[in-house]
């Protein structure tokens, strides 16, 4: 549990008699165990520690690192946002239900089937909102990026570029939204 308070175990409750309405426990993911939904996280800095992915509350402030801890490419998605009128649950959702539609998908989508009603923990979550967030850098149009970022060449490495998110500069001046194709 997230606030590190002892709870009971309702798992076999929970899986038993689902018409109890007993609230889940348990990350889908990583199968960590968590109170939030059960009783309510007293921590002061939880954001909403287990939750269904659509309703995860992520804030501004994970926009800073979103698109591959680029802060470069997340900066790029964080203007477009505002431009948009749009701030961060307004991603969520578009990415979520690019999601359901089988446009966009993540590691956890394929192998433990993400869907946007998966019961996560905080961490799990932001993991596959930042794989969508890429997918959905990746989507906006050429047409609606500044110019400096439209005229980049592409960094050999590409997504996989260890150096776009220790070295700024670097993160400026090259494209990391594409495949590697260096190897």
Excluded at 116 to 135: H, M
Aim: proline share 5%; aromatic share 10%.
């Amino acid at each position: 549990a997230c606030c590190r308070q002892p709870m009971p175990d309702r798992r076999t409750a929970r899986t038993a008699d689902p018409q109890r309405g007993i609230p889940a426990q348990q990350c889908d993911l990583c199968h960590s165990f968590f109170c939030h939904q059960y009783w309510g996280c007293r921590s002061p800095t939880c954001r909403g520690c287990l939750a269904r992915f659509r309703d995860l509350n992520f804030g501004d402030v994970h926009l800073t690192a979103l698109v591959s801890n680029n802060t470069f490419e997340s900066g790029v998605v964080r203007d477009y946002l505002r431009s948009q009128n749009q701030c961060v649950d307004d991603l969520l959702r578009v990415c979520v239900e690019r999601l359901q539609a089988g446009d966009y998908s993540t590691p956890d989508s394929v192998t433990n089937r993400l869907r946007p009603d998966t019961v996560v923990c905080f961490r799990c979550g932001l993991r596959n909102f930042r794989e969508l967030a890429y997918l959905y850098r990746r989507d906006i149009p050429a047409d609606s990026l500044p110019a400096a970022v439209r005229g980049r060449r592409d960094c050999y490495w590409g997504r996989n570029c260890r150096t776009q998110y220790n070295k700024p500069h670097h993160a400026q001046n090259f494209n990391h939204i594409c495949e590697q194709t260096r190897h």
